[in-house]
């Protein structure tokens, strides 16, 4: 299994960055790549052959270098051989990306491919200069392929690193940018590059330049979008939406782009699959070169129709703004009341969704700033105007929030930094078209329209500007009929779609975007996991209730459903078409938690189906049903928890009437464990850890949740000269793998921990009687799961996760799956 590699790598990498505080992180920028993110953005090369000199300018502990390693391997009849370059300044990350690199050669030799590599303990924008790019010094230089996880971080305007960089004809603002690009002036002709970054360089005034230099060397090929910003790098606080791209460095432009998103299953499964003509991503008359990622047809047409609006701001006689007033640098200005001397200042937190409220209620910022000689120059006339906050992020309900500021008895007003405005070259506009305007904004019409090309978390008043926008007269006959009503979402857009004649085009797109949202909404309250809160579980909810676009929540019914008349019911009322491979993955993703969440239940006829069955079928639960007849009502809040209180008992009732967990040994014996603790995590080892690992192995013991033990081989252990107290601290499971004539010790984690140094010294004790090699295995439900204990794991011993059942992931040792013997002090191997 080449996917050692990345496996191995991917506990050290989680050791080393439990290891950096907080500082170190920030000055590194750099987020290390998970293994199931490694092997997908490793899998975008399109050509994998021949010599091939490979550049990872940020390396880590190596997991990109790994998982590009395994692409190789899997194609090695077509490489000959293979050069490594990696750059890393980490100190701490020095060693196991060495004992990677090492590795990568050692499995590239056995496949007959010559392999070699460079570790530099420098920074590659240092390294780049001392290369006086782009006269490159050495052959070297250029390379076939490159791949990256840049560090994101700031690039301070008096550093080294932008000396270095305007030294070398670059203009960023950020690091990702600056390594992206010298990446690219390191690649051959013909050369491949594959990198996860944030989003923001898409669009947006401050990373313009280098659209412009990537897009005139590279030919952009793949993109993925991530459905949520915390799915690449979920072990992290990561604030910014991030994308995977494939490009080639090439004046050749291709016909189509393959846009991805909405992966799962270590990345491979596909939401929609849609190649979009180039000149859609890019067009070819945008001077600023933004690229546009849409995902799926749906949102495709809503892009099309938004932009057959007739206008822009300058044809409608008003500009957007950020505002003035930089608070810290006029901090002495800055005041907590209303003096003589004082004029209001505004800040994002007196903006609701159409309307300014000022004085905030319990205001955390000064609501006034002093208006002097001073301070006059950053201060605006009182007047109507329109401010949209600036900051919000891909999570939040809206992207974009409005709200009309109408005019104040004062001589000026201040608009703090982190609020754009809209105005009339500098003055207040026409009351009508401020609240028209504003009510545009705040339509989930825009929103949708608005998160296809934002992906960070700024509002940019760049970005403002470039939207078209409806024509004066429509803007001006919407504000008439909002006026100054308290803002009301569904009238809101009754209203846009009623006086914007273009809206009757998009309305299905709208109306069934803002049911999945709902839907979403209802998996959060319930607090759904986290892997269960997306598009589509949101969808299977959806189904479940057979809520269509026009239907109401209080109109919710339990129809019975298999899952391929599920993806059938996702494509007829909201066109969203799964591959029928995806089948297992809902299942398994969306579904079955939504079963052990007492949200759906499972063959509710309670017939005696296959789980395979074409006639396998779910529905929702009573609880369940109850709640979202209740969404949107008045009554919600209670009804939360009253279905909190109601599917508590129903998942007790389930309980007693299952009692039992049917297990197949590996012999063909069913046993039955009781429905508690561990036993779940237990029936994953015996049927799906036991098969892969140890074959035609004999299940000596398993332990019980509810009873001591279920099976316990007492003569079979004492022919082996085991004399095992059955009372003591046994593990979870006990294997005699004959093919090796190994013991192979299972700890199930649950409530319990790993097998800790401690564990394992026990273990070793209670089998002290046994010739046998002794091999320790601790399995988890999940990685995640698993993260939690690194620190307790023990050395020489092996780790099984049973979401990823293909994979063991082996412990500082010189052996896969094998025991060691006392004073053994071997060295990292897979």
Not at 632 to 650: D, K, L, P, Q, T
Request: aromatic letters at 10%.
């Amino acid at each position: 299994m080449t996917t050692f590699i990345t496996d191995s790598t991917d506990i050290t990498q989680i050791h080393c960055s439990s290891r950096l505080n907080l500082k170190q992180r920030s000055e590194l920028g750099q987020f290390l790549t998970p293994a199931p993110i490694a092997r997908f953005l490793a899998n975008q090369f399109s050509n994998l052959s021949g010599h091939i000199s490979l550049l990872d300018p940020g390396a880590g502990v190596g997991m990109l270098t790994a998982a590009f390693v395994e692409q190789l391997l899997a194609k090695s009849q077509n490489v000959e051989s293979c050069f490594m370059t990696v750059y890393e300044v980490e100190a701490s990350f020095l060693a196991p990306l060495e004992q990677c690199l090492l590795e990568c050669c050692s499995s590239l030799k056995k496949h007959g491919i010559q392999a070699d590599y460079c570790l530099h303990h420098q920074s590659f924008i240092e390294a780049s200069a001392e290369i006086a790019l782009p006269l490159l010094a050495t052959s070297r230089s250029y390379f076939t392929h490159t791949i990256l996880n840049p560090p994101y971080r700031k690039i301070n305007s008096k550093s080294l690193e932008k000396k270095i960089l305007l030294s070398l004809g670059i203009d960023t603002v950020n690091l990702y940018s600056a390594f992206v690009w010298l990446a690219m002036l390191h690649l051959a002709e013909g050369g491949e590059m594959a990198a996860i970054t944030p989003r923001s360089f898409c669009n947006g005034t401050y990373f313009r330049t280098f659209r412009k230099a990537f897009l005139k060397e590279m030919s952009l090929n793949k993109i993925h979008l991530f459905e949520s910003r915390l799915e690449a790098f979920s072990d992290d606080s990561i604030l910014q939406e991030n994308v995977i791209f494939h490009a080639i460095k090439t004046a050749e432009k291709p016909e189509f782009i393959e846009v991805t998103n909405n992966i799962k299953d270590e990345m491979k499964e596909f939401s929609e699959i849609r190649f979009v003509p180039y000149s859609e991503v890019v067009e070819e008359r945008d001077s600023d070169n933004i690229i546009h990622i849409v995902t799926n047809s749906l949102e495709n047409f809503l892009k099309v129709q938004m932009e057959k609006f007739p206008s822009t701001l300058e044809e409608l006689g008003v500009e957007v703004s950020t505002g003035p007033v930089v608070d810290f640098r006029l901090k002495s200005a800055l005041r907590n009341c209303l003096g003589d001397r004082d004029v209001p200042l505004f800040y994002p937190e007196s903006v609701k969704a159409g309307k300014v409220y000022f004085p905030p209620t319990k205001p955390r910022k000064p609501i006034a700033i002093e208006k002097n000689e001073e301070t006059s120059k950053w201060l605006v006339h009182p007047g109507w105007y329109v401010l949209v906050k600036r900051f919000s992020a891909k999570e939040e309900k809206r992207r974009i929030i409005a709200a009309v500021c109408p005019p104040i008895n004062a001589p000026a007003i201040g608009i703090e930094n982190h609020l754009n405005y809209y105005h009339a070259n500098g003055i207040g506009m026409n009351v009508h078209l401020a609240q028209g305007l504003t009510a545009f904004l705040n339509s989930t019409l825009f929103d949708n329209y608005f998160r296809q090309f934002s992906g960070h978390t700024q509002v940019n008043a760049t970005d403002l500007r470039r939207i078209r926008y409806p024509c004066k007269e429509d803007l001006m006959q919407l504000g008439e009929k909002i006026g100054d009503a308290v803002f009301d979402q569904d009238q809101v857009d009754a209203l846009v779609h009623q006086i914007l004649p273009i809206m009757s085009k998009v309305t299905a797109v709208v109306k069934n975007n803002k049911r999945v949202n709902e839907a979403l909404d209802i998996l959060k309250t319930i607090t759904a996991p986290r892997k269960q809160q997306n598009i589509r579980s949101a969808l299977c909810l959806l189904a479940l209730a057979d809520i269509q676009t026009e239907t109401l929540w209080n109109q919710s019914t339990d129809p019975k459903l298999g899952i391929t008349q599920m993806m059938q019911w996702f494509k007829q009322f909201y066109g969203v078409e799964y591959k029928p491979n995806s089948r297992e993955s809902i299942r398994k993703e969306s579904i079955q938690p939504f079963v052990q969440m007492g949200l759906v239940i499972e063959n509710p006829d309670q017939s005696d189906r296959a789980v395979n069955s074409q006639d396998y079928c779910y529905k929702l639960s009573a609880p369940a049903l109850r709640l979202l007849k209740n969404y949107g009502a008045s009554s919600w809040e209670n009804s939360i928890e009253e279905y909190r209180a109601s599917v508590e008992n129903f998942l007790l009732e389930k309980d007693r009437n299952l009692p039992f967990i049917p297990v197949t040994l590996p012999d063909g014996r069913s046993i039955q464990l009781s429905s508690g603790g561990q036993n779940q995590l237990i029936k994953s080892i015996v049927e799906n850890f036991c098969p892969r690992f140890t074959p035609g192995g004999i299940v000596l013991y398993i332990g019980d949740a509810g009873d001591k033990f279920v099976i316990n081989e007492a003569q079979k252990m004492k022919e082996m000269g085991l004399e095992l107290d059955p009372h003591g601290k046994m593990p979870d499971l006990v294997v005699h793998y004959q093919q090796q004539d190994w013991l192979v010790l299972v700890e199930a984690v649950t409530s319990h921990g790993p097998i800790s140094l401690k564990r394992r010294n026990e273990l070793r004790q209670i089998f002290q009687s046994s010739s046998k090699g002794l091999v320790f295995v601790t399995a988890f439900t999940s990685r995640r799961e698993m993260t939690r204990y690194l620190a307790e794991i023990s050395w020489e011993t092996e780790v099984w996760v049973a979401d990823q059942p293909e994979h063991m992931i082996h412990f500082d040792g010189e052996r896969f799956l094998g025991p060691y013997e006392d004073g053994e002090h071997p060295t990292f191997k897979i």
